[in-house]
């Protein structure tokens, strides 16, 4: 199989509620070149793990890393370094990527190389879904990253409440 045109890197920590559906809205996109999909299980203490583990036993697209809690910076690192895609997209496990978004990121971002490219997302807060009135900057970097790779301006590990 031919290298894809996306890899969606997901950091996973705690997201047990709201996983399924962020896979879901990522497998569910049409993207010309296909996508791969990378969760990065950060530590996580619930069974988010075994999760990720389901979704690459269901579909070849994902792969799984797990590591120890390095924080959000140092999971999308893993996945950046794991990834083997012409663009890279960073998610949140509990936004959900609205159908059509990465194909009209990547037209877009093919159209415009040094622009930044857009799309709206969904939050999942708590139980209840909310609409963001904003547009989530869904950035395309191309292989190879410059160093570093990710600055810094995350929560560490040691910061979360458990």
């Given amino acids: 199989m031919s290298k ?3 890899c969606v890197v997901v950091p996973v920590y705690k997201a047990m509620a709201t996983l399924d559906r962020c896979v879901e809205s990522v497998l569910a996109q049409q993207v010309e070149g296909g996508l791969t999909c990378i969760l990065v299980d950060d530590g996580s203490p619930d069974e988010s793990g075994a999760l990720c ?3 690459a036993a269901k ?3 994902v792969t799984v890393i ?3 809690d390095l924080g959000v910076s140092g999971a999308r690192n893993s996945g950046l ?3 083997d895609s012409e663009f890279i997209v960073f998610l949140d496990s509990d936004d959900a990527l609205r159908p059509g978004a990465l194909q009209a990121a990547l037209t877009a971002q093919r159209a415009a190389p040094h622009a930044a490219s857009s799309s709206q997302r969904e939050s999942v807060i708590g139980q209840e879904k909310t609409r963001s009135k904003a547009f989530c900057r869904c950035r ?3 292989k190879p990253f410059p160093e570093p790779i990710i600055a810094s301006g995350f929560a560490p590990p040691a910061s979360r409440k458990p």
């Fill in 4 to 6: 894809a045109a996306i």
């Fill in 53 to 55: 583990d389901a979704w």
């Fill in 59 to 61: 579909d070849d697209r």
């Fill in 66 to 68: 797990h590591q120890d």
């Fill in 81 to 83: 370094a794991a990834a």
């Fill in 140 to 142: 395309f970097f191309r």
